[in-house]
C-alpha cells in the first residue's frame, strides 16, 4: 500500500503545486507522469511477484476515497489556473492543463474504474461522478454491464478487433459504448419504473452542469479548457481498452455461447512503476477473471496470461500511430492465436 500512495498520492501533489504556483513545479509535474514513469519501467526490474490473492487490504479503500475527493481538488485547481487570476504563463498553463489530463488519464481513471467495482453505494457513486467530471459518465455503465460481460466478443464496443488502428477503434467505441450502456440499463430496470434514477439521467446531465457551470464562471475559456480535459481523458480510457485487449477473442463453444472470460482475453504488463500508479490496472487478466480482488492482490501467471512488449504507458502512446502498433503487436497476437485462441478472420 504505500508503493501505491506515493505513485499516486504524488502526481496529484506536483499538479496542484504546478496550477498554484507554476514555474518549475509544471515541469516536475508533466515530467512525472511521462519521462521518470517510463525511465522507472524500463530502468528498474520488472517486478512480476504476486502478493496474496487472498488477502484484504483494508487500507484499499481509503486510499481510493481519497484519491477521489484529489481528483476534484486538482480538477478545480486547474480550471482556476488555466482560466483564473492565476499569474501563470501561456506556457505553464498549457503544462497544467496537459499534465492534469494525463493525471485524470492514468490515476483518475483507475480510481474510478476501482469505485464503480466496489459494493458500497458511496464508493460506485464517486466513481460515477469521476467519469462524469470528464464528460464520460456512460463509462460506468457500460464498463460494468458490457464491456464485462462481453469482453472478447463483437458485443462489447470497447474490444478491440485484430488489424484495427486506434482513432476507427475510438469512433466506434465511445458511440457503440454509450448505446450499449445504455440499453443494459435499460433492460435492466424494465418495468421497474424509478426512471429518476436512471444513471444515464446523472451521467448526461451532469455532464451539462458542468459545461454550463465552467462557462457561467470562467466564459469561453473556461469552456476551452474543460473539453480539452475532458477530451484528453477521454483519449486515454479508449487507449487503456484498445492496448489491452486488441486482437483478443473469446471461442464460441458447440452451444453457441462465448466460452467463460479467462486469463487469455487480456494483455498484461508487470512493470512496477507504472502498475503502481495506475492501481495494477495492467494486471488484467486477473481482474476481469476475479473483479472483485482488490486492486493491490491482481496476480499476473506468465504461463497462461498474454504480456505487451512493452509497458501499458508506452505500449498506449505506440497505438496512436497505427501502422507501428501493428508492426509490434500482430505478431504477438498471431503467436497467442497459435496457442488456441480465435482466428482473427472471426472479427
Known sequence: MPLFATATLLPFALLIAAALWGGAWSGLAFGYVTLLVYLMDRLSPVAASNADPEAEFPGSDGLLRVLGGLHFLAFATSLWAMTGASGLSLPEKL???????LIFGQISHPVAHELIHRPARDMRLLGRLIYTSVLFGHHASAHLRVHHVHVG????????RWGEGFYRFARRAWRGSFRAGLAAENRLRAGRGGALRHPYLLYCGGAVAILVGAAWLGGLPALVALLF???????????????????LRRATQADGRLEPVGPQHSWNAPHWASAAMTLNAPRHSDHHVTPARPYPALQLRPEDMPYLPYSLPAMAALALFPPLWRRVMDPHCARWAARGASPAAEW
Not at 503544462?95 to 489530463?101: D, F, G, K, S, Y
Open 153 to 160: 466478443s463483437n458485443a462489447d464496443p470497447n474490444s478491440a
Open 95 to 101: 503544462l497544467v492543463a496537459i499534465t492534469c489530463a
Open 229 to 247: 480535459i475532458g477530451f484528453y481523458t477521454q483519449v486515454q480510457i479508449l487507449l487503456s481498452d484498445y492496448v489491452q485487449h486488441y486482437g
